[in-house]
């Protein structure tokens, strides 16, 4: 059977006061939307249909470009926002025969469990309803039931009545019917309510009507059903869905100073017994493997950690492979295509791009390697800087292994030092250097004898 999943993006998100539509805002670094589209596209068969309206060209391009192709995306214009109901009214033409269910841009916390639930209830004989129970109902529209507890109508806020306000169970927006009954309901909406718009909630009493039973269920949290609409309430679900983050990671093995100053913008792999620091950022996809510790401050992104790795403080890595019980920082940058090898060591104030360090390099302190390849247990002195780029082409400095680079050295690209040799301090090193040989690039030291320093005359 066919699922259709119809996502509502249309609005304008007046409250957000933004230049950006409001779906596009992000949630632990993906959009709003991008959140739902995610979790509709795991539900078994489903086809998307996204219904764009304010910023519909930006919305369509930020989907697209982060959407594979492999799932289906389909959008719909609407052009006037006139109401829920005719906006999924919009995506009537591209539906199936089997089930639709309705999800908000602006809703991304939703599981799929929720929504596996809500559509095994769906027949000819039943529709189902996503309600929740809320302290402060104002705003929402309520759940009508009848003397035998069915539910029988909902009624927004501004059309309801001084009794129907007390009602405290809420419409959270997202149903489930099957398409034939869609079709028959959304065509009878009429624009007759407090708001002048054709109101998708008012299929609710045409099923009624039909004799189709509401199957009314709730989320295993109200969080998955909290809509935004401004930026406090953006701020308050990143929070909720980072909280939900570390707790399944700490479930998992690993170990935070504070979860509340944890952020996982993205996917993360880990193994067991894993430390991090406070004010820790993970972004894209990243992998812990077992005993990596990770201290305060450090950004995370595209990389893998393994067994043991070290981070420390303030460290900024980007594309990165750290192998076994290696270690960076506190300061480090290391820039895309950085591989460091077991045991190897880069401290601080050390850039690296596209670099490959071997099995115990060190670089401790003051360097930028970029375009290199070294060998291992090469030791690279404190200043030392790959001169990789002329202007124009960027070029690779191959450097042996058991290298002695001495402190301040440049290594002027392309260049190659052999296994064993050794750079004196200072040096500009631009012609290649066999193994195991000394070479000293530098100007010779020169000292004056009798040399007298200026005195200051007394002013008279
Ligand atoms: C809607 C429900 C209300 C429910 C509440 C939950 C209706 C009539 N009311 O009210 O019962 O309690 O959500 O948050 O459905 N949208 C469009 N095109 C439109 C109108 C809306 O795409 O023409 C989208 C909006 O971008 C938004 C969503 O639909 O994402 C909900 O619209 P909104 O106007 O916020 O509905 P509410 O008045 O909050
Ligand atoms: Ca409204």
């Known amino acids: 059977m066919t699922l259709d999943v119809v996502i509502l993006a ?9 230049k950006t ?4 805002h992000k949630l632990a670094g993906r959009p709003l939307v991008q959140h739902v589209v995610d979790t509709a596209a795991g539900l078994d068969n489903a086809r998307l249909h996204v219904v764009v309206g304010h910023g519909g ?3 369509r391009e930020a989907l697209s470009a982060s959407t594979s192709d492999d799932r289906e995306l389909a959008f719909c214009e609407q052009t006037e926002q006139k109401g829920t109901g ?13 089930k639709v269910l309705v999800l908000y841009g602006d809703v991304p916390l939703i599981q799929a469990r929720t929504l596996d639930t809500l559509l095994e209830g769906v027949d000819e004989q039943h529709m189902a ?6 302290d402060d109902p104002t705003g929402y529209g309520r759940i009508v039931r009848n003397g035998s507890d069915a539910v029988v109508a909902i009624v927004e806020h501004k059309d309801a009545d001084a009794k129907q306000r007390t009602i405290r169970e809420c419409n959270t ?11 028959r309901w959304l065509p009878q909406l009429s624009a007759e309510n407090a708001q002048g718009e054709y109101y998708l909630t008012d299929v609710i009493a045409m099923a009624a009507a039909d004799g189709v039973e509401v199957k009314a269920a709730q989320p295993s949290s109200p969080v998955e059903v909290e809509g935004i609409n401004d930026r406090r309430q953006l701020a308050s679900l990143e929070r909720a869905f980072q909280h939900r983050q570390a707790d399944r990671l700490m479930a998992a093995g690993v170990s935070f100073a504070d979860p509340e100053r944890f952020d996982l913008r993205g996917d993360v792999t880990v193994g067991r017994d894993i430390q991090i620091d406070v004010n820790v950022i993970l972004e894209g996809q990243v992998t812990l493997e077992d005993d990596v510790v990770i201290g305060p401050n450090c950004v995370i992104k595209d990389s893998i950690l393994r067994r043991g790795a070290l981070v420390k403080a303030n460290s900024h890595l980007e594309g990165v492979e750290m192998g076994e019980g290696s270690d960076c920082g506190p300061f480090a940058r290391l820039r895309p295509g950085t591989r460091l090898g077991g045991r190897a060591h880069v401290g601080n104030f050390v850039e690296t791009k596209n670099a490959t360090l071997g099995d115990g390099v060190k670089a401790g302190h003051l360097s930028y390697l970029g375009d290199t390849e070294i060998g291992r247990d090469t030791n690279i002195g404190a200043g030392t800087v790959t001169c990789n780029y002329d202007g124009i082409n960027k070029h690779r400095t191959l450097i042996g292994e058991c290298v002695f ?6 290594l002027v690209a392309p260049v190659t030092i052999g296994n064993g040799a050794t750079i004196a301090a200072g040096s ?7 193994d195991d040989e000394l070479a000293i690039g530098r100007s010779r030291q020169v000292v004056k004898q009798g040399w007298q320093r200026p005195v200051k005359m007394p002013k008279s």
């Open 21 to 24: 539509p409001k779906v596009l």
């Open 405 to 410: 680079v001495g402190s301040n050295s440049s």
């Open 173 to 183: 927006g997202i149903m489930a019917m099957t398409s034939a009954q869609l079709q």
């Open 428 to 434: 500009t090193i631009t012609r290649a250097v066999a």
């Open 129 to 134: 309803l996503l309600t929740v129970t809320l």
């Open 10 to 18: 249309a609005g304008q998100g007046t409250r957000m006061r933004s």
């Open 86 to 98: 005719h906006a999924v009214a919009q995506a009537l033409d591209g539906l199936g025969d089997g």
């Open 57 to 59: 060209e930006t919305v």
